[in-house]
């Protein structure tokens, strides 16, 4: 047999290994049962909340952004008018971010920042200009040094290498400042990672200190300071709102109700919306936490 009839025989069991050999692409993230992708308002005069979710996650429960914001829009549902609409590592669809009153940034920080592709800090700057609240949880305020200054113009303050830190220990807050965001809000205790010793703007101006922790490490007569802050509001220079809060690594946490109405107001206060004395409503079974993180697997990695 000649070699030129072998190889042509042997073409189909090649292009077979090749296709074989080819790596599968990841499987699509599981969403939680009921959850819609960027589903519009469809009353005008709604109050449209976007929460931007990471699809990666270290562990199921840990930095598990997608269950995060699920959870978030199930609380937030329960404030009158108020719509919220998830996204998926960023808005697919142009109507995402019109009218949108507050956008909740829910993943990974440093290097892979969702800002950091294609025109999205663009993006976010004109939300900025249009006072659009800004609302930032746990890596989401860990920027590259070189974007610092931007990063602190949206929401007051920014993780920075070299000189932040990032460390877990159980916090308990038992007293909180008079603010919209605190209130109703009860005390409680969780297990957190925290990023800490954050740059602020000079001064801390247009900065309200919401929350502090400190290592159980830390010497037991030392005075918290700036680096302690974990949480704050932010009112921009023109007008808008920001909320940041650096802990938000465990999906356990939504069991306490404090911490959950704490979350709650603060992406309300940002959107303009009124909180009630007695907090947002924030009803939840923490029994039904595991349901927002049906279909994950064990662990995906960083």
């Known amino acids: 047999m000649s070699l030129h009839r072998l190889a042509w025989l042997a073409f189909p069991a090649v292009m077979l290994w090749l296709v074989l050999d080819v790596p599968a692409a990841d499987p699509p993230p599981a969403l939680p049962k009921g959850v819609l992708l960027e589903e519009q308002p469809k009353d005008a005069k709604q109050i449209k909340i976007v929460l931007i979710a990471g699809s990666n996650f270290f562990k199921a429960g840990e930095h598990d952004y997608i269950g995060g ?12 008018d108020v719509f ?3 996204a998926l590592d960023w808005p ?8 949108a009153r507050a956008v909740v940034f829910l993943f990974d920080g440093g290097d892979k920042h969702a800002l950091l592709k294609e025109d999205r800090l663009a993006q976010v700057q004109k939300l900025d200009q249009g006072r659009v609240g800004i609302v930032q ?3 989401a305020i860990d920027y590259p040094k070189d974007l610092g200054d931007r990063a602190r113009a949206l929401s007051g303050a920014a993780w920075e290498k070299g000189f ?22 009860k005390p409680f205790k969780i297990d957190d990672g925290w ?17 502090r922790t400190v290592s159980p490490k830390a010497p037991a007569n030392a005075e918290p300071g700036d680096e302690s802050i974990v949480a704050w509001a932010y009112n921009r220079p023109d007008g808008g709102r920001s909320f940041t809060f650096t802990g938000m690594h465990l999906h356990q946490s939504f069991a306490e ?9 603060g992406i309300l206060w940002s959107a303009g919306v009124d909180i009630p004395k007695s907090g947002a409503p924030v009803n939840l079974d923490a029994a039904e936490l595991p349901k927002y993180l049906e279909g994950r697997p064990a662990t995906k990695g960083k």
Do not use: I
């Open 137 to 139: 949880f746990h890596q």
């Open 92 to 99: 697919k669809k142009a109507e995402t971010f019109a009218n």
């Open 195 to 211: 990023l800490y010793k954050l740059r602020f703007v000079a001064d801390k101006k247009g900065v309200t200190p919401l929350l």
């Open 84 to 86: 919220p609409v998830l």
């Open 69 to 80: 914001c699920a959870v978030l829009a199930d609380l937030l549902r329960q404030t009158p």
């Open 257 to 265: 109700e404090g911490y959950r109405r704490f979350l709650t107001n």
């Open 164 to 185: 932040s830190q990032r460390a877990h220990w159980v916090s308990e807050f038992k007293a909180f400042p008079d603010h919209p965001v605190c209130q109703g809000v």
